[in-house]
Structure formats: C-alpha cells, structure tokens
Nanobody
Framework: QVQLVESGGGLVQPGGSLRLSCVAS????????MSWYRQAPGKERELVAT????????NYADSMKGRFTISRDNAKNTVYLQMNSLKPEDTAVYYC?????????WGQGTQVTVSS
C-alpha cells in the first residue's frame, strides 16, 4: 500500500524557515513527479511546487518563487520543501503528492503556522 508521510511542520515566526519532508513507500519513487500543495482554511488547495522524477525540472507557484525550494533524494524516497522568509499568509496544511500516468497519491498533510 502506497504511503506518503509528511513531517516538519510547526509554528514559526514571520521571516523564519521550515523544511518539510515527505517519505514515500511502496512505489518506484523515481517514476513519480512529486509536488507540494497547500490548503489554507476556507480556501481551495493550491499547488506550491513540483519536481520531476529525476529531479532536473522544477516549477513553483509565483508567490513562492525565490522563497521556497523543492528537492528530492530518490535514494531515500524523500521529497523536501525548504521554506524561507515565511509570511503569515503561508499558514496552511501542506500536502505531499505523487503522480504518474495512472496514479495519484496524497499524504495526510502537515500543518504550518506562521505567526508572531
């Protein structure tokens, strides 16, 4: 059974940093495009960043460019999201997603709260 387990969320002050991790199991990790999404209260889930299976291609939502960095370690079946210069509007549940041609898997999410 495929599992995606996120970790690294928490409470951080504005301007601070967090690194989220997502460990995948029971799938051939390198075959999956990995993404981070987020959902704030009362809002729709939105794409944060995507990374290709080999790690050579990345894309970011405009509001995250320059502040967030997505990376992956295929040897560890793990995708990361480094978040810097965090703002209160970054407060949300962050979800890991694994997508291939016929598969689409989600993690349970990790809460990120940016507040002073």
């Amino acid at each position: 059974q495929v599992q995606l387990v996120e970790s690294g969320g928490g409470l951080v002050q504005p301007g601070g940093s967090l690194r989220l991790s997502c460990v995948a199991s029971a799938l051939i990790f390198s075959r999956y495009r990995m993404s981070w999404y987020r959902q704030a209260p009362g809002k729709e889930r939105e794409l944060v960043a995507t990374i290709s299976g080999g790690g050579g291609g990345t894309n970011y939502a405009d509001s995250m460019k320059g502040r967030f960095t997505i990376s992956r370690d295929n040897a560890k079946n793990t995708v990361y999201l480094q978040m810097n210069s965090l703002k209160p509007e970054d407060t949300a549940v962050y979800y890991c997603n694994a997508m291939a041609i016929k598969d689409n898997y989600w993690g349970q999410g990790t809460q990120v709260t940016v507040s002073s």
